[in-house]
């Protein structure tokens, strides 16, 4: 049997604050998650987000200490045109979510920018130019 990468896993220090960033990009988690240890949404083709709470991963490894900064994981979504980048990029701004690249036209023929989820990670906004 072959293995498929089909979990991309995220360690949070605030569950609300991430179910929101992530809500307000389209992931649907179930009413009630924010009370939970531990989430997971469905992200389409058998993929799923989860994420847990710092405590939750202390739970098993208790010597677990968050490491400071950017860069732990990268996640990207498509928002179908560059207008629906910058869209979503002012309404991610405007709720108050950090801000790591604003928009541009990339050398590679997107429109491309970067936010910050509430623990830092980076989530690239992105669509073909026309």
């Known amino acids: 049997m ?4 089909n979990v991309i896993g995220i360690v949070v220090a605030d569950l609300g604050a991430s179910l929101a960033f992530y809500r307000r990009l389209g992931v649907e988690f179930a009413e009630g998650a924010e009370t939970a ?11 799923k987000l989860m994420l847990d709470t710092e405590e939750t991963v202390r739970s ?6 968050a490491v400071p900064g950017a860069g732990r994981i990268g996640l990207a979504c498509d928002c179908g045109d560059p207008g629906g980048v910058d869209a979503k990029f002012s309404e991610l701004v405007e709720a108050g979510y950090r801000v790591e690249l604003k928009p541009f036209d990339a050398f590679w023929g997107q429109r491309y920018a970067t936010v910050l989820d509430p623990d830092g990670h980076g989530v690239d906004l992105y669509a073909a130019s026309v």
């Open 37 to 47: 240890p531990h989430v997971d949404a469905e992200l389409g083709g058998g993929v």
């Open 60 to 65: 098993f490894r208790p010597d677990w200490v």
């Open 2 to 5: 072959g293995i498929r990468l």
